[in-house]
């Protein structure tokens, strides 16, 4: 079975089976369509609706949003086959994670309904809403999918892992649409250098360091209402960066612990960041 994983401005077409594509939401919406009859099949990831009338988006910025990234995904379906007409979509995401940002996940779920029924495509399934982060996973060309919810709420205030980690204020708003994860317990690998894991280690330290300024910096943004409703698709960005902290780190702490490179690469959840890894192990 070959995964294939997209974040959020992405998008994945698929026509062959024994493909499986997967993403993680937080108030994001994922979009899968599929042709059950030319067993073509995609996913999307967007993270708002449409741009504010008044906010001017770059072209290279547009596929953030749903208004574009469904037109990407359903034309580019088109042009492997599929019909519009057969299309078929389950919906997921659009929860209320982020204290501050207001009911941004439930606007995104109301505007993937709204498409849908004005381009006269049936949502089969849908999932959306809530105050849990959600994996996806779909198979395209079987038209299958399956939702996990990865938490009951993305924790306000998770447990620091490192000595040296900052306290955090209590009440503070973690703005990432996954929970951090906890560490695991593996047996190192052959030749295991503890000098190397111990630098890993603190460079994880200081990448949670990073990430929680991040946190305190996305505090004092939203506790304005006026400057958080003006800015919301800055704001929002916040989830990716964090999600790009917590996969360094978690990185950074799986070799710490003696798992072997390839291992390590391969538990790294945006694809995009696992695909530059594995071609820079290939030039070494």
């Not at 078929?88 to 207001?102: F, P």
């Not at 996806?136 to 399956?146: A, W």
């Not at 690469?265 to 530059?276: E, F, H």
């Amino acid at each position: 079975m070959r995964r294939v994983s997209i974040v959020q401005g992405e998008n994945a077409i698929v026509v062959e089976p024994g493909v499986v594509v997967s993403t993680l939401l937080g108030s994001c919406v994922a979009a899968c369509l599929y042709d059950p009859v030319a067993k073509v099949g995609g996913m999307n990831h967007f993270l708002l609706g449409e741009p504010g009338a008044d906010h001017r988006v770059s072209a290279g910025d547009m596929q953030r949003y749903g208004v574009h990234a469904m037109e990407l995904l359903i034309n580019g379906m088109m042009a492997k086959g599929a019909l519009r007409h057969r299309l078929r979509a389950h919906l997921y995401g659009g929860a209320n994670i982020v204290s501050g940002l207001g009911s941004i996940g439930s606007s995104n779920a109301a505007f993937a309904h709204r498409f849908m029924q004005t381009e006269g495509i049936e949502v089969a399934h849908s999932d959306v809403g809530g105050t849990s982060a959600r994996k996806i996973e779909f198979l395209p060309h079987e038209g299958r999918s399956r939702c996990t919810k990865v938490a009951d709420r993305v924790p306000d205030r998770p447990r620091p892992r490192f000595a040296a980690a900052r306290r955090r204020r209590p009440g503070a708003v973690l703005m990432s649409c996954l929970p951090v994860p906890q560490p695991v317990s593996i047996e190192p690998m052959p030749g295991y250098d503890p000098y190397s894991a111990a630098l890993h280690g603190v460079m994880a330290g200081e990448l949670r360091e990073m990430r929680d300024m991040l946190e305190r910096l996305a505090e004092v943004l939203v506790a304005d209402p006026h400057f958080a409703a003006c800015h919301i698709e800055q704001l929002q960005s916040f989830d990716y960066l964090i999600q790009h902290a917590d996969e360094c780190m978690n990185l950074l702490e799986r070799i710490a612990a003696g798992e072997d490179l390839l291992g390590a690469i391969g538990q790294v959840r945006l694809g995009a960041v696992q695909d530059r890894l594995r071609v820079a192990l290939q030039g070494c």
